[in-house]
């Protein structure tokens, strides 16, 4: 069921509401590992890591391409300005299903939130994954997030079109949890999963957003009984998992990883919350009092 799309005006923004922009970005971004936003110059910035953490990427295969985000079609509704950020969202990426991007792991995490904005133009009959840091090969399986095929997650697993998470608490042996939330092909969403190896009882989260549509964001709450996860040092993989296989066939954007269970409010598709946007003004109005207060008496 979609509901009345709630809408976000962005102006101009004057002297303080561009302090206040820059420093709202700062506060979501406390906790992100990686951001690959998949913007500027394809030779030079297109893989870099936004977060500043220095996780560039590298294409394998035939590497995904960048797209100018359309007026309309497919990737048209994904988020600009990103609304936890005010960043601006001028491109994507789209692969074909013959290439993905990695780099070598650089992570180590009992809590996270994986975040992306996705189209899938047409149905695959394969599952496909979005994110993943997963090897077979020597036990290394740590997670993926991923989508199933008109064919399930193999062996009548899941059901067809489903959004999934999958985690191991060995390295060798997965566990799957399935989502129910369908992704229809040709509709741009925000998607999302958080795991907070704490919480046994609502800790593996997914949420997702039909921003075609102008749905609202939904999210839904599982149990696991996991007491440990694995430190799998497989590399880091979008569009792909397991060494480069099972590659995505569509567009992505804004690929965030944090290291922290997010709630709602933390999320890329959210605006802050008004205390956080309270405290913002007051440091904002403070900052810009003392400046005029010092121009004044300057000689």
Known sequence: MNLPET??????????????LLAAGSVTQAATLGWWRFEGDPATTYLEDSSGNGHTLSTVGVAPVQITRPATGNASAFS??????GASNDSASEGSGTGNFSVADPFSYTNFTVEAFINRPVTAAGTQ??????????????FAFGLAGSNDVGANVGSANDLFFALSE????????FSGFDIL??????????????????????????LTNGGALQTIALSHNFTTLTDSTANF????????????????DEVRFSDASLDASGLLISVPEPSVWMLLAVGGIAFFGLRRAAARIQP
Do not use: C, H, M
């Open 7 to 20: 809408k976000f005006t962005f102006r101009r923004p004057s002297a303080v509401a561009t302090l206040l």
């Open 80 to 85: 600009d300005p990103i609304p936890a950020t």
């Open 129 to 142: 994954y979005f994110v993943s840091q997963w090897n077979a090969a020597g036990g290394q399986r740590a």
């Open 170 to 177: 060995t390295g060798a042996t997965p566990t799957l949890f």
């Open 185 to 210: 092909a040709g509709t741009d969403y925000y998607v999302a999963a958080s795991f907070d190896l704490a919480d046994q009882a609502t800790g593996l989260k997914f949420f997702i957003q039909d």
């Open 237 to 252: 993989e979008i569009s792909s998992y397991n060494a480069n296989t099972n590659r995505y066939v569509g567009i992505i």
